[in-house]
């Protein structure tokens, strides 16, 4: 059992950048591969990048374009997500996700956090 809790959401201007971070209150990462998906309002939930286990191999959502990096920590039990060029279309609640393989499919997914809020005005 992992219990997954992210932090660092927030309002930021359009241009900005940001980090938000996944921690594991309970049990380990360093099995799984982690990923964040984010949701917007009235929209399904999109995968937006996946790392692996052993931080060798990462995977982005197509409509990230570069402007996202997933970083993980396995001693601290975290994942990272920095976040350049933050545009109002980002705006979404952000999701940090274990899987046992590199998986862009959000059922294919154990165990989830509760989300962090990200807020990009224009």
């Known amino acids: 059992q992992v219990q997954l809790v992210e932090s660092g959401g927030g309002l930021v201007q359009a241009g900005a950048s940001l980090n938000i971070s996944c921690t594991a209150s309970a049990g380990t990462i360093t099995n799984y591969a982690m990923a964040w998906f984010r949701q917007a309002p009235g929209k399904e939930r999109e995968f937006v990048a996946v790392i692996s286990q052993n931080i060798d191999t990462t995977f982005y959502g197509d409509s990230m374009s570069g402007r996202f990096t997933i970083s993980r920590d396995n001693a601290k039990n975290a994942v990272y997500l920095q976040m350049n060029s933050l545009q109002p279309g980002d705006t979404a609640v952000y999701y940090c996700?274990?899987?046992?393989?590199?998986?862009?499919?959000?059922?294919?997914?154990?165990?989830w956090g509760q989300g962090t809020q990200v807020t990009v005005s224009s």
């Open positions: 996700a274990s899987s046992i393989g590199l998986q862009e499919e959000a059922r294919l997914y154990v165990y």
